[in-house]
């Protein structure tokens, strides 16, 4: 299977991910969400199809440049590993994206113990990509955008585990912002909702894409009334509420299904749809390489599989859907 089955025949064609009653906008505002392109310059294959990374993130540039879209949010991994010529590379492709754009960064954009050449600190990566510091608000159309970073271990740079966390800090000012906000949508790139959950999230290699202090985050969260948390990280794309609290899972670009996420907000509520910026040949292909690749990556690829074959994982009624049952 390629995904074909499901709607995703050539790049631009797409396929409705879930439909959310929450959140709503007066103004309509439509964000791409761009999952882990994994920008590798000097490296090959791999299920994360290394070789192909350059030539995705054109597509989805060249895709949402026709699109009316108000804002490209990436959600992390812009790099391989934070090494500088793969931000170069970053850089020059993002030249051409004609919409305005913001990032967040990953557990591979940031420093690691074991990494052997100098990643930006997480300051310079908000200047670079967002023009602040993290935290930070951004107001899109009729939606608070309010971005952190989770890209951290629990004393600095990640050593034994990419398991991210939010500081005190961070959920201090994100406590004070939801006071205020209207129509907030919350990004970071790791996962405060697991895919897996107990016992199997707390197992290698599972562990990794478990957020630490997920329950105090979750907590804050649903406590304002947070309709959607937008990440990335575990490239595979998702769609999951529990407890009120919606959670969008950006897959990876260069890796299967080969779809970025577009959100599409109005007044009745929200449409999720997943984008194809691969041809058919393109997507056999990272199938393929996921196919061969490790077990845990193979498990990925079922999740994916059962995914696209479930579609739309979420169909909410929406204040359209409401009207035409009234009348």
Not at 43 to 69: C, K, M, P, W
Not at 145 to 165: F, I, K, M, W
């Amino acid at each position: 299977m390629t995904g074909d089955e499901y709607g995703l025949a050539d790049v631009g064609d797409r396929v409705l991910l879930g439909r959310l009653e929450e959140p709503r906008s007066e103004r309509a505002t439509t964000l791409a969400v761009v999952g882990d392109p994994h920008i590798a310059t000097r490296s090959q294959g791999t299920y994360r199809v290394f070789h192909r990374t350059e030539q995705r993130l054109r597509a989805v540039i060249d895709d949402v440049n026709e699109r009316a879209v108000d804002l490209v949010l990436f959600p992390g991994d812009l790099t391989k590993d934070g090494e500088p010529w793969n931000y170069d590379r970053v850089d020059a492709l993002l030249e051409e994206l004609e919409r305005p754009f913001i990032a967040t960064p990953g557990n591979h954009d940031l420093q690691k113990c074991d990494d052997d050449h100098r990643c930006p600190s997480a300051t310079a990566f908000g200047k670079r990509y967002g023009a602040t510091s993290f935290p930070f608000h951004r107001e899109v159309g009729g939606i608070d955008l309010l971005v952190l970073n989770s890209a951290a271990g629990p004393d600095g740079p990640y050593a034994e585990t990419h398991r991210g966390r939010l500081s005190s800090a961070q959920l201090e000012w994100l406590d004070d912002r939801l006071a205020d906000a209207s129509v907030p949508i919350v990004t970071c790139h790791h996962n405060p909702l697991p895919v897996v959950t107990d016992p199997l999230c707390h197992a290698d290699p599972w562990r990794a894409f478990t957020m630490r202090d997920r329950g105090r985050v979750r907590s804050l969260l649903e406590r304002h009334g947070v309709s959607l948390v937008v990440t990335g990280h575990h490239h595979l794309p998702s769609l999951v509420r529990r407890n009120g609290l919606c959670q969008l899972i950006a897959p990876a670009i260069a890796s299967f299904p080969q779809a970025y996420c577009l959100l599409e907000i109005d007044e009745t509520g929200t449409n999720v749809w997943l984008v194809s910026h691969a041809t058919e040949t393109g997507r056999a292909e990272a199938y393929d390489l996921a196919a061969d690749g490790p077990p845990f990556w193979r498990a990925v690829l079922g999740i994916t599989e059962n995914t696209l074959a479930s579609l739309p994982l979420l169909y909410e009624p929406t204040q359209l859907d409401d009207a035409a049952l009234a009348g």
